[in-house]
């Protein structure tokens, strides 16, 4: 019998002293993964999750390290049949993918902004491409910049029709991201050095919908952010009874009106048919 096991990370607030003073607090990031894992655990997953920690948890929680081990210890332990469901709700960014001071071409890696330091999208990536052939996984990305942040191969979008913008986006501000970037210089280097010395194919099956296109923002809110609320919606607690694709198409219709355009994005290349036929969030 086919086992889900799925990972929920919410970050509302990120280490200051690796992100230039700031800490990029955000009202719905918990929320939002308290909420997707109560979807999760609703239809059948082990469900765990990562939050930013508070003053006296510092050392647990929503750090880089831990999200990278968790997802190295469910690929050693799923197998053919098996599903797992990440979702993410933060701040994204976007870093040079350049190991030079010139960025002036405007080449970037998208990334999920962790407790204590970026996650690469090559990281994402080299960690997906551990899981067996026949896992299932599908990722949730409510971030900005987070169209293709599991990418390999270019995405599949569809278009929506942005009309009006809430205020607060989720998004690592550029100038912040680049000196963040540039004052972990080594850190960042040496992570994309070991992440592209040997780049594998995607074995497992996977599928991201993610809030936005790499180069939009999407929006905090509370309690929810907008796009985590719109997924709350479309699913209605469970009956909605389309596929994949059907989801997106939903996702894109209700998120027009608050400016943001849902990517669904298959990051094998993939066609990923029988996947995406698959009612979502079902083992």
């Known amino acids: 019998m086919p086992h889900g096991y799925s990972l929920h990370i919410g970050v509302g607030y990120y280490d200051s002293t690796h992100y230039g003073g700031a800490n990029g607090a955000l009202k719905g990031a918990h929320s939002d993964a308290l909420l997707m894992r109560k979807i999760a655990a609703a239809n059948g997953f082990t ?26 210890r ?40 962790l407790y204590d330091r970026q996650v690469l999208d090559d990281e994402i990536y080299r960690a997906l491409a551990r899981f067996k052939p026949g896992v299932r996984i599908l990722i949730i990305s409510d971030s900005c910049h987070s169209g ?54 995607l074995q497992a099956s996977v599928i991201q919908i993610s809030a936005c296109q790499d180069a939009e923002e999407t929006w905090d809110g509370t309690p929810n952010s907008v796009f985590t609320g719109i997924l ?30 849902p990517n669904l994005f298959l990051p094998s290349g993939k066609p990923e048919t029988a996947f995406l036929a698959q009612r979502p969030f079902i083992i």
């Not at 469900?47 to 190295?72: D, F, M, N, R, V």
């Not at 469901?85 to 933060?90: K, M």
Request: with cysteine; glycine share 10%.
């Open 47 to 72: 469900a765990g999750q990562l939050l930013s920690p508070t003053p006296s948890e510092i050392g647990t929680g929503a750090y880089s390290h831990k999200l990278l081990a968790t997802l190295g």
């Open 74 to 113: 469910l690929a050693d332990k799923t197998v053919s049949g098996d599903m797992v469901l990440l979702t993410f709700s933060g701040h994204g960014g976007q870093v040079p993918d350049t190991d030079d001071l010139d960025i002036s071409e405007g080449k970037y890696d998208e990334t999920w902004c």
């Open 148 to 201: 293709t942040v599991s990418k390999a191969l270019p995405a599949f979008t569809q278009d929506g029709q942005p009309k009006v913008k809430p205020l607060v986006p989720k998004a690592l501000p550029h100038a912040i991201a680049i000196k963040t970037f540039f004052d972990n210089r080594a850190l960042y280097q040496e992570i994309r050095h070991d992440t592209r010395a040997a780049r594998p194919a």
């Open 232 to 261: 709350e919606k479309v699913w209605g607690s469970g009956s909605f009874s389309g596929n994949y694709r059907d989801f997106h198409q939903r996702l894109q219709a209700q998120a027009a009106v608050h400016g943001i355009r």
